[in-house]
């Protein structure tokens, strides 16, 4: 059987029969917007990452735009936030022409770096949008407190870190708000798109579940504020419910696979900080290697495929251009982007295809080291 990057067919199989009944309920019912199952799961999900409210919504992408339109973002304002990322991150940010200020990132973690922030602040700063890359939380610790001490807000891009864990703590729970992907290839993925915002803070959320539905109030064809269509399909509420139960075991699995890349590789390529008291999902399980063309090749001959997580820094990207940031701006995010690669990664990759992955990996690297005459 072929190696998927991310083998949504297996899950399918394996799920069938509790996903069909979940999605057999909803269209008897033919209650197809929110209603009963979106409810179910935004409790669910709040009281597993410990908030107080979870607003269910059309996608990761969305859950961060609306989280920034809690906080009343306006043309002009600076978020800080990472140049290594998904582009969603920075997306919204320039969507509401606000200025997206970008700071480069650690080169173990992959993570936005707390002494740039810092560098980065303005009087024209308003938040901070701090990703945790592949899974692993980024410093919230420091952030918070930086953010803190300078009166901004904290919104934490966990679209890749659903179950991840810092300092005892849920991602989704580490900021002032919290927002998801349920994209399928995400570690909670639905089928089709879908997101979440978590917060403790009762006003925002009952400004984002306005916003999500035209800016409604509490009477019918009553709008308070201009919003948007943006509502958690209740047909892939009912997937994540049903997949639910399994998550856990899910965690699991990724947490052995990743461990065991971790030790036979490491000799080979740069493999990613295993956190030894927080929990990554690895979302990405993501190398760095000098000939990343060369390795990413020898594996694509072997059918095992590979893809960048990212082959361009935001800064570098042609939408950004207007910001002025050449290269050279930011050296780490640079330098990683030109090394990284990521390896298949899922919950129901079979340990024999996971020693033909290492054991290709291995021969390639020894092949380009004798021939580099090392
Ligand atoms: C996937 C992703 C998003 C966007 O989520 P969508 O559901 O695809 O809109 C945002 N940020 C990061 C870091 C992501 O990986």
Known sequence: MAI???????????????????????????????????????????????????????????????????????????????????????????????????????????????????AAITAKTRGIIAVNLFGLCADFDQILAIAKERGLFVIEDAAQSFGSEYQGRKACALADMGCTSFFPAKPFGCYGDGGMIFTNDENKARVIRSLRVHGAGQERYQHERVGVNSRLDTLQAAVLLAKWSFFPEEISRRQEIAGYYTKHLRDFVKTPLMPSEDRCVFAQYSVRFQHRKVLMEFLRQNAIPTAIHYPKPLHLQEAFRYLNKGPGSFPSAEKVSEEIFSLPMHPFLESLEQDFIIQSIKTCCERLKTKAGV
């Open 4 to 118: 998927e990057f991310v083998d949504l067919k297996r899950q399918y199989q394996k799920y069938k029969p509790q996903i069909q009944a979940q999605l057999e309920e909803v269209m008897s019912q033919a209650s197809f917007i929110l209603g009963a199952k979106v409810k179910e799961l935004e409790e669910t999900l709040a009281q597993y990452v410990g908030v107080k409210y979870a607003v269910g919504c059309a996608s990761g992408t969305d859950a961060l735009w609306l989280a920034l339109k809690a906080y009343d973002v306006k043309p002009g304002d600076e978020i800080i936030t990472t140049t290594f990322s998904f582009i969603a991150t920075a997306e919204v940010i320039a969507g509401l022409k606000a200025v997206p200020v970008f700071v480069d990132i650690d080169e173990e973690t992959y993570n936005i770096r707390p002494d740039q922030i810092k």
